[in-house]
């Protein structure tokens, strides 16, 4: 098993950052791709970023440029960077991992952007 804790969420006016990070604990060996998801009232959850443990990254078209994940796999945590907030990024965001074929997810940790 593989726990997520989330840390870092908050209130933000527009054109503010935020840095969220997530730490792994328990079963660390062999994680493999760490990412943030985020998910808006009433709306489905959606990829934000994501990084295998090579650094191979991917990001949603409405984050590039502005978001960066990366990763320490010493430390089992992923950070997310996120400079030029919108008020449309608010959400709860997620910190997912996944280990062989099982997927864990954290608890979730709120960022909310004012304009």
């Known amino acids: 098993q593989v726990q997520l804790v989330e840390s870092g969420g908050g209130l933000v006016q527009a054109g503010g950052s935020l840095r969220l990070s997530c730490a792994a604990s328990?079963?660390?060996?062999?994680?493999?791709?760490m990412g943030w998801y985020r998910q808006a009232p009433g709306k489905t959850r959606e990829l934000v970023a994501s990084i295998t443990k090579s650094g191979n990254t991917n990001y949603a078209d409405s984050v590039k440029g502005r978001f960066t994940i990366s990763r320490d796999n010493v430390k089992n945590t992923v950070y997310l960077q996120m400079n030029s907030l919108k008020p449309e990024d608010t959400a709860v965001y997620y910190c997912?991992?996944?280990?062989?074929?099982?997927?864990?997810w954290g608890q979730g940790t709120q960022v909310t952007v004012s304009s």
């Open positions: 328990g079963s660390t060996s062999n994680i493999n791709t």
């Open positions: 997912k991992c996944t280990r062989y074929y099982s997927d864990y």
